[in-house]
């Protein structure tokens, strides 16, 4: 867990500008790794004042970690969890996107257009809720077109030929002897600027929103599984489409039930009289409970198959089937009779060797390897 930006540089949540930098040039000096040679913490306690201030000195930055701490700056949202990742970069670049420099990367660009961020959410699912499907609202911070210029980011709608670059998007600088290729810092690479930009978005054609969205998630859906909302990701800039939203499930785990594919596996504990004389047992299932019949004779371990009573499909309209393993439990705080009782049966099992036949089995392996051993 990474510690509070304002802990770290030991201000108050509504510390100003100046107290936050008054503040980290103190700490700095005070952590700063020249000054603290003999001390190994200082150089990570130093890493950790700079990080601090980087948030914080900015407003936009400082504002997002407000809203959505260390998740709002760094990445990392919604019920965490692993999941296949494809099709688009890490989640941390997508936020890195959002809320770091959404002009970033060096690529040359044609035009201002830009398509909006993809997003990535983790919904989090009951087993019941995955099995049957549900409608479920979610909230996730994003950037949205700006209302004031439509997106422009232009007061006026009108864009100039960057007079950095020439519209060129590049620039060349000369190093020593060499001439290194760079992107125009002035329009960002895309050759053009705007004229008088649009105050609310200070140019950027977009603003930070809050987006909160129904989402349908259909029957059958499991831990993996994702759902891709065309559209529903970041609003795009100057004429781009907007990104796709990416939902991914993660089932939590369920008390009863463990999945696997389309089948549930669950454990069902039989008494050892039940084991032994046969009998019934009222097992859960995902739509009511059903008898199971326990045989007689029954076997700790021994696993009944109920057909059907899995979960249906997403993809197809076939439905798995409900595996119970009978686990039979030895009884605990016997009375005196019992074990009585007990010790009367074990005395009329004695050694039959066809009443006990997995014990007298394994009594013969293990006598005749210990006659090969010579023991
Ligand atoms: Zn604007
Ligand atoms: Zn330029």
Known sequence: MAADYYDTL????????????????????????????????????????????????DEQKRAAYDRFGHAGVNGGMGGGGAGPQGGFGDINDIFGDIFGDIFGGGRRRQSRSRRGQDLRYTLELDLEEAVAGVEKEVSLPT??????????????????????????????????FFSVQQTCPACRGSGQTVKDPCGDCSGTGQVRETKTLQIRIP?????????????????????????????????RPHPLFQRDGDDLFCEVPITITTAALGGQMKVPTLDGSVMLKIPPETQSG?????RGKGVQSVRSR???????????ETPVNLTKDQKELLRELQDSLGDQPDQSPQSSGWTDKVKSFFDRMGF
């Open 143 to 176: 950037l949205g077109e700006c209302q004031t210029c439509s997106g422009t980011g232009s007061k006026d709608g009108q864009l100039n030929i960057c007079s950095t670059c020439g519209g060129q998007g590049q620039v060349r600088m000369q190093q020593g």
């Open 302 to 306: 021994k696993v009944f198959r109920l």
């Open 10 to 57: 030991g201000v108050s949540r509504d510390a100003s500008t100046d107290e936050i930098r008054k503040a980290y040039r103190r700490m700095a000096r005070k952590y700063h790794p020249d000054r603290n040679p003999d001390d190994p913490d200082a150089e990570d306690k130093f890493k950790e004042v700079r990080e601090a201030h980087d948030v914080l000195k």
């Open 219 to 251: 029957a059958g859906v499991d831990t993996g599984d994702r759902i891709r909302l065309g559209g529903e990701g970041g609003a795009g800039a100057q004429g781009g489409g907007a990104g796709d939203l990416y939902v991914d499930v993660q089932v």
């Open 318 to 328: 076939s439905s798995g089937d409900l595996l119970c393993r009978v686990d039979v």
